[in-house]
Structures are given as structure tokens and as C-alpha cells.
């Protein structure tokens, strides 16, 4: 078969590489791709995620069997509809489906009407408002642009003065654009946080293995959120009943929601949970696969991706067996400076090792060598038996890469470990 990824990052780069190992792919396309993906045998063609005629005309010329799509911009710009308009198959939900990631009010009004655990809110575009609101309420309060931003567009504000002038940021400067002119205040909810994954067909779900991201930029938690610093999975300090409660109380009955709704999802859903005293929680819902969720929970998986997804599109319980022992762990290099300003153009030294996998993120290729060209770089991933093993793996193979230019956090995993 020849299968499309659309995307450039880690997580398209785990996703490509997966479907190249599988005896039924051909050729595994990836647009626009990244350089250090052709590393592992993926073609990449820089086309614009923007122009889906010429998407789908690439499509249709190389004889696609199927495409994934990884990133939420183009699934919320109605890149999954117009395939299948053009009679490309797609793994990937309709532009209706998507926003329940790319709309927080629809996310949470979808979760009240399905019962669906979640911080109490309220939904603000106006400024005075919304202020009197978090006024009223106190702090700690989280404060939600209403549209896709990123993954940074969040402040969990500790006081009242963080809470107002993230507020200001939002709605008065325009810090996030248009998609804060509406935002989410909700409570803050105190607990440990997973990832909780399940590829979707209609009302069907088919959970994958929990993973817990590090958004943070600084270790201990501290800095910035950022797009994902690092990732492990499965967690072990989360127990299978707060699993199980998880998928039963939140995805499944958000897929059935969107089914009944007329927008049935198709693809990978994400529910991102806090396991509070009462029971696991949802604080947000991706359309798609997590970064850099995706580059650690893609190796648990033993069986073949392609069969899976081939299976689901053609309607078909897949049969998906993961990895029930060990530990797979991932830490993302950065740029200095991210998620703010960071250089470009640091050469990348090479970090693999027989234990570790590299999936490659802001790179591109100069005179034969691989450059950086975002602020997330690439992804170090090792399995262990342990933790500490894995992380052992990786961390011998970052502690010979020159750190002047870039950053990553040194305590990946280790909440795992503190229990
Ligand atoms: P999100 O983009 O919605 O995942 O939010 C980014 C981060 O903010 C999450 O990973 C959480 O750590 C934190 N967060 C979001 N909502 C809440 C909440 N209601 N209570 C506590 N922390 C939250
Ligand atoms: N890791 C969080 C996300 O993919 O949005």
C-alpha cells in the first residue's frame, strides 16, 4: 500500500516510521515531512498543508491507499472532508468533529450534555465580565483562549494578579490573536495528569496505553507551558480502575456524543485527564494524535498500524496487542530560548544509540547535515525495564551532545519514580 502522513513533526515522524515497518506499506509519504525523516526511508514533498487541490492531486497521482492526518490546523481547516469529497480514504475527523478540539465552549458544552467529568466553567467574550468573574471565583483559576493556539494558549493562574493579567493579555492585547476573543475560565483541578488516547470509528473506540506529557518547559514542573517536553508511557502510579473509568465516563460517551450529533468521529481522540480525589477528570479533548505522546505510545504498540488502521476504515474491530511489560520514555531537545525566541541553524549532532530511537521535529538538511529549523528539535526515545532504565538510556546519550545551544529537561519519568 502507499499511505500519506500530513505533517512535520515527532509525532508524524513516529507515525511514518511505524507504517514503513509494516510488510503491507509500499511507500509511506509524508507532507511536508522534515528532513530527518528520510533518515528511516519516509519520502517527504514539500507541499503547502494550505492548498488541498494540490493535496489531494498528490494523492490521487501516487496512488494513496489512505492518509493520516497529525496536526489539528489543517483537520480544523476541513482537510479530512475534502479527501473524502474526492473519494480519498483518510483517517481523520471531519471538520464538524474537530471542534472539539479546536472550540473549548463546544468541548465542554459536548461534555455537559454527556455527562462527562470535567472543571466547572463558564464561557466569557466579554472583558469586564470575565474579570467580575475571576474576581468572584479566587485563585487558583485556569484561564482557556477558546481557540486552537498551540497548546499555549492556558495559564493556570496561582494568584489573582497572574489570573487578571493573563485576562488582559487575552482579551485586551490580543497576546493569542483571535483565538482568545472568546475564553474559558474553569476551576483548577489539583491531581495527577495522563493521556488517554483511543483510535476512533463512529462509536467504536479502541483505547491505546496512558501516557503522561511534561508540558512545562523547566524541570520540577516550573516555566512556561510549552508543546511537550517529554513523555512516557504507560504511568504506572495511575490505576487500571481510573483507566477504566476514564474511557467509560469520558470517551466513550464523547464519541457517542458526536456520533449522535451527526459528526462522528473518525481518527485518533485524545482526552487529556486529571485524576482528581473524586475520580479522573477532562481538561481538554485533541481531534488527533498527542506530541509527544504519540512517539512513546507508537512503541508499545506490537501490532502492525497499518493493519489497524486499514481495519477501523474498512469498519473492522482491529485487533491491537500493545507491550505489557517495561517502560518507553521520550525527551524532547529544544532550542535555547523556546518557547519565546531560540536560534535557528544549530547543527544537530547525531545522538542515536542501539537502545535509542531519534524522531526528528524543526530540522532541515544543509550540505549533508541536519540543521534546526523550530524551537522542538527532536525527540531522544528509549524502552527499559525501568524508569530509571530508559531514562538512563537516554540521558548517556544527552550528556554528550553540546548543551550551549539547546535545552531539555533532565527529569522526564521521575514523578513515576518519586511514588
Ligand atoms: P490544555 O492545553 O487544556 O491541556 O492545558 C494545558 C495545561 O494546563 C494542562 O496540561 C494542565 O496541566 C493545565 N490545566 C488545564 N486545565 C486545567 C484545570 N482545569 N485545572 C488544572 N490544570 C489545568
Ligand atoms: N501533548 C499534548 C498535545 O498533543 O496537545
Known sequence: MNLLVIGSGGREHAIAKKLNQSPLS??????????????????????SLDDHDQLIAFAVDHQIDWTIIGPEVPLFNGLADDFYKNGLSVFGPSKAATLIEASKAFAKELMVNQGIPTAAYQVFDEYEKAKAYIQAQGAPIVIKADGLAS??????????????????????DNKFGESASQVVIEECLAGEEFSLMAFVNGENIFPMP???????????DKGPNTGGMGA???VPHISEETVAEAVKRILQPAAQGLADSQTPFTGVLYAGVIATESGPKTIE????????????VLNRMESDLVEVITDILDEKDPDIKWKT????????????????KYDLDILIEPTESEDTITYYAGVKEKDGHLYSNGGRIYLLEACGESIAEAQQKIYNQLNKVNSQKVIYRKDIGDKAKRR
Open 26 to 47: 509500499e511507500t509511506v509519504y509524508c507532507i511536508p515531512g522534515n528532513a530527518g525523516m528520510k533518515l528511516d526511508g519516509i519520502q517527504i514533498k514539500d507541499l
Open 151 to 172: 497548546g499555549k494558549g492556558v495559564i493556570v493562574a496561582e494568584t489573582m494578579e497572574e489570573a487578571q493579567k493573563a485576562l488582559k493579555e487575552m482579551m485586551q
Open 210 to 220: 496512558i501516557s503522561q506529557d511534561h508540558k512545562r518547559l523547566l524541570e520540577l
Open 232 to 234: 512516557y508511557s504507560p
Open 285 to 296: 479533548f485533541n481531534a488527533r494524535f498527542g506530541d509527544p505522546e504519540t512517539q512513546v
Open 325 to 340: 511489560t517495561g517502560i518507553d520514555l521520550g525527551v524532547v531537545v529544544a532550542a535555547k530560548g523556546y518557547p519565546e
